[in-house]
């Protein structure tokens, strides 16, 4: 037995080892983590529990019977983040490159349905050349694997990914279906078809980083929801997004003793935000106001920056902000923003995060590629995304709230369960300039001065209809508060709402515009 337990120790030394010097000096030189120091940075000391590290693949043919390393050029195992458990699988470059076989795709699947069996978050740390060609079709039905169980994860347990390295072909569609995407600049690249097919077919030259790395991931297809300079920093980021999750859909989000007292007034807001509706300003600091101690994690930041989407804790309770950014084209819903948007409310409702809503929308941004692109269909994705949710949603109007834009953004006529406003909350149809010239247009263009009977009706219209107190005087506004107060009110509703229950009608699932 001690031999044979020697003999066990050297074989795991071998596997902790990796396939070889000269191939971890590679990875190193790439400026790259080896899978194991990966894995430390994202769990706990010493908490790491792997799974399958003595699995070799099957197949002959292309000299692959020649090469057998351990793990198959991946490491799958669980551990805890601040203690609770956390499932990961993990590519090793320095084997095969990373790319996926038979032996390496069943070690994931296991690992995919231990975490949905265990109800645990499940993180991919990516860095693999794709499919195993020498594998052949055995090797694309791994990745079926792995999407299906990606669908069958969706909304169960929070999934990561996190791409380290190249991530290309059908293998993209994996991190596709997960809830985050995490990218390294410089060192991750994600793409269905690569640089040089893409000059063989339409004769465009491009580097892999120009056309699938992380700042064009992050600012312009909105694949990528974070990226980072570094490992390191990426990865600790990982694991400050992993406390705000629950564990599962049937797990409340982590609360945390908060030092930020809930009657903390924010007088600073009396002066941030102007009046003028024209005027623009930062929500990232109205955000900052409100939240537990200014801190908050923003999601998809750098694209469609016209709307905000971030989470943070309110009294220790996490929350999912929403909010128009003024400082960007005015706050103005436009397709990004609506797609944005409805994909965090959806993910907050599948987590039982609690929504908050700020308003400053002028409306949705008009123009001829919008409409074209589909403006009716991508702004009823955010509408359809509030009105299925059924986790406690307060709105809060800063400024104005014009036409479709306040309906869309949880306006109490599609189930928020409370809404307050600001005194000075403009809402209407549209602005007083543009209603007035609809309505008063003869009377305008009769008059001896149509400047001054215009200004003077936008004044009438304005008294009329869109003074602060025309929504709640209708019941449309549930109070009208004083902007100091902001952080008392919300937390106070967010309290009374945390046993909301909400039935959904019995339907195997809805069929949301796409």
Same mark, same amino acid.
């Given at each position: 037995?001690? #031999?044979?337990?020697?003999?066990?120790?050297?074989?795991?030394? @071998?596997?902790? &080892?990796?396939? #070889?010097?000269?191939?971890?000096?590679?990875?190193?030189? !790439?400026?790259?983590?080896?899978?194991?120091?990966?894995?430390?940075?994202?769990?706990?000391?010493?908490?790491?529990?792997?799974?399958?590290?003595?699995?070799?693949?099957?197949?002959?043919?292309?000299?692959?019977?020649?090469?057998?390393?351990?793990?198959?050029?991946?490491?799958?195992?669980? *551990?805890?983040?601040?203690?609770?458990?956390?499932? $990961?699988?993990?590519?090793?470059?320095?084997?095969?490159?990373?790319?996926?076989?038979?032996?390496?795709?069943?070690?994931?699947? !296991?690992?995919?349905?231990?975490?949905?069996?265990?109800?645990?978050?499940? =993180?991919?740390?990516?860095?693999?050349? *794709?499919?195993?060609?020498?594998?052949?079709?055995?090797?694309?039905?791994?990745?079926?694997?792995?999407?299906?169980?990606?669908?069958?994860?969706?909304?169960?347990? %929070?999934?990561?990914?996190?791409?380290?390295?190249?991530?290309?072909?059908?293998?993209?569609?994996? %991190?596709?279906?997960?809830?985050?995407?995490?990218?390294?600049?410089?060192?991750?690249?994600?793409?269905?078809?690569?640089?040089?097919?893409?000059?063989?077919?339409?004769?465009?030259?491009?580097?892999?980083? *120009?056309?699938?790395?992380?700042?064009?991931?992050?600012?312009?297809?909105?694949?990528?929801?974070?990226?980072?300079?570094?490992?390191?920093?990426?990865?600790?980021?990982?694991?400050?997004?992993?406390?705000?999750?629950?564990?599962?859909? @049937?797990?409340? %989000?982590?609360?945390?003793?908060?030092?930020?007292?809930?009657?903390?007034?924010?007088? $600073?807001?009396?002066?941030? =935000?102007? /009046?003028?509706?024209?005027?623009?300003?930062?929500?990232?600091?109205?955000?900052?106001?409100?939240?537990?101690?200014?801190?908050?994690?923003?999601?998809?930041?750098?694209? &469609?920056?016209?709307?905000?989407?971030?989470? /943070?804790?309110?009294?220790?309770?996490?929350?999912?902000?929403? &909010?128009?950014? %003024?400082?960007?084209?005015?706050?103005?819903?436009?397709?990004?923003?609506?797609?944005?948007?409805?994909?965090?409310?959806?993910?907050?409702?599948?987590? #039982?995060?609690?929504? =908050?809503?700020?308003?400053?929308?002028?409306?949705?941004?008009?123009? $001829?590629?919008?409409?074209?692109?589909?403006?009716?269909?991508?702004?009823?994705?955010?509408?359809? &995304?509030?009105?299925? /949710?059924?986790?406690?949603?307060?709105?809060?109007?800063?400024?104005?709230?014009?036409?479709?834009?306040?309906?869309?953004?949880? #306006?109490?006529?599609?189930?928020?369960?409370?809404?307050?406003?600001?005194?000075?909350?403009?809402?209407?149809?549209?602005?007083?300039? *543009?209603?007035?010239? =609809?309505?008063?247009?003869?009377?305008?263009?009769?008059?001896?001065?149509?400047?001054?009977?215009?200004?003077?009706?936008?004044?009438?219209?304005?008294?009329?209809?869109?003074?602060?107190?025309?929504?709640?005087?209708?019941?449309?506004?549930?109070?009208?508060?004083?902007?100091?107060?902001?952080?008392?009110?919300?937390?106070?509703?967010?309290?009374?709402?945390?046993?909301?229950?909400?039935?959904?009608?019995?339907?195997?699932?809805?069929?949301?515009?796409?």
């Amino acid at each position: 037995m001690r #031999s044979q337990v020697e003999e066990l120790a050297g074989i795991r030394e @071998r596997v902790l &080892a990796g396939p #070889s010097e000269k191939a971890t000096a590679a990875q190193k030189a !790439k400026g790259k983590l080896t899978v194991r120091e990966r894995i430390g940075l994202l769990l706990d000391e010493g908490s790491f529990q792997e799974v399958e590290p003595l699995r070799r693949h099957r197949a002959s043919g292309f000299g692959l019977e020649a090469k057998k390393p351990y793990t198959d050029g991946v490491v799958t195992g669980w *551990g805890t983040v601040e203690g609770r458990t956390v499932f $990961v699988y993990a590519h090793d470059f320095r084997i095969f490159g990373g790319a996926l076989g038979e032996a390496h795709a069943a070690k994931i699947h !296991k690992i995919m349905d231990m975490a949905i069996a265990a109800g645990a978050p499940l =993180v991919s740390l990516n860095d693999g050349a *794709g499919a195993r060609i020498q594998e052949g079709v055995t090797a694309l039905a791994g990745y079926g694997g792995i999407f299906r169980r990606n669908t069958k994860a969706s909304g169960v347990i %929070p999934q990561i990914s996190v791409m380290l390295g190249p991530c290309a072909g059908g293998a993209a569609y994996s %991190p596709a279906l997960t809830d985050f995407v995490f990218m390294v600049r410089e060192t991750s690249q994600m793409f269905i078809t690569g640089p040089d097919v893409v000059k063989a077919v339409t004769g465009e030259e491009i580097t892999q980083n *120009g056309l699938g790395g992380a700042d064009v991931h992050a600012e312009t297809s909105g694949v990528c929801h974070f990226a980072y300079d570094d490992e390191e920093t990426c990865i600790a980021e990982v694991r400050y997004l992993l406390s705000l999750l629950p564990q599962n859909n @049937r797990e409340n %989000p982590p609360r945390t003793e908060s030092a930020d007292p809930v009657e903390r007034r924010s007088d $600073v807001l009396l002066d941030l =935000v102007p /009046a003028d509706g024209n005027r623009p300003y930062d929500m990232t600091r109205v955000i900052e106001e409100i939240v537990d101690d200014g801190e908050y994690l923003e999601v998809h930041q750098r694209w &469609a920056r016209n709307i905000i989407c971030a989470l /943070a804790r309110m009294d220790g309770q996490v929350v999912g902000i929403v &909010a128009n950014q %003024p400082q960007t084209l005015a706050g103005v819903l436009d397709i990004e923003a609506s797609e944005k948007a409805a994909r965090f409310v959806q993910m907050c409702d599948a987590f #039982s995060i609690p929504i =908050v809503t700020l308003l400053d929308v002028p409306g949705f941004l008009p123009g $001829v590629d919008q409409e074209h692109g589909g403006i009716i269909r991508h702004g009823a994705k955010l509408l359809y &995304a509030y009105c299925d /949710a059924t986790v406690p949603r307060i709105s809060l109007i800063l400024r104005k709230a014009y036409g479709g834009a306040y309906i869309v953004m949880d #306006s109490q006529s599609i189930g928020a369960d409370l809404t307050y406003a600001w005194p000075t909350n403009e809402i209407a149809v549209m602005g007083a300039e *543009g209603a007035a010239g =609809v309505i008063f247009r003869r009377r305008i263009a009769e008059a001896d001065d149509p400047e001054a009977m215009r200004a003077e009706l936008v004044k009438e219209y304005k008294a009329e209809l869109m003074h602060p107190y025309y929504a709640a005087e209708r019941g449309l506004v549930d109070d009208v508060i004083d902007p100091a107060d902001t952080r008392r009110v919300l937390i106070g509703a967010l309290a009374m709402l945390r046993t909301k229950h909400a039935e959904r009608p019995a339907r195997k699932h809805g069929n949301p515009p796409q």
